[in-house]
């Protein structure tokens, strides 16, 4: 009997401790982990100024001068969804490795679907997402000696086919 006394009093200081130490969910926000601001994040301001600059310095002869679908639309901006993203980001990080490269990062070009596409692309400009990253050295080696730098185009498809804005940011 005293033994199940012990017991039950373990039980009881177990649930006491139990409940002062075990976060509530009302504190669950303040245990969730904080983001530093990545490199490169700048204002809406300095993007608005970017934004007005290019369009102010880059007269696109072939833009200006293009009529899709009886309307003269510019390609200022492309966009994807997030899921999109997400999808060729884990894509392109499986596709890198199976072919030797280890990704770490995007680059995104400008481009144009020239004469040949389809009329509502025909001369239109566009923006693709390519993956960069280096080459992966032998899996054996126990010294990692690549000199070679982190930002080459690795040989996978690239995205493209995201819809073009014809507006000034924002």
Known sequence: MKKLAYLI?????????????CPR????????????????VITILEAEE????WEKNNKTEIDSTLDVEGSKKVTRSVKWT??????????????????????????????????????SKKNRNTMFIVPTGYKNTSK????????ATAGDDIPV??????????????
């Open 82 to 119: 997030l899921k999109n993203l997400e999808d060729y980001l884990h894509f392109a990080k499986n596709e890198s490795d199976s072919v030797g490269y280890t990704m770490t990062g995007v680059r995104v070009y400008l481009g144009n679907y020239g004469e040949k596409a389809k009329p």
């Open 157 to 170: 498809d690239p995205l493209n086919d995201g819809q073009g804005g014809s507006s000034g940011y924002p």
């Open 140 to 147: 054996a080696s126990s010294l990692n000696l690549n000199f």
């Open 9 to 21: 009093l373990g039980f009881i200081i177990g649930a006491v401790l139990t409940y002062y130490f």
């Open 50 to 53: 970017l934004s007005n600059n």
């Open 25 to 40: 969910p009302d504190d669950m926000n303040a245990m969730a982990p904080e983001f530093d601001k990545p490199t490169g």
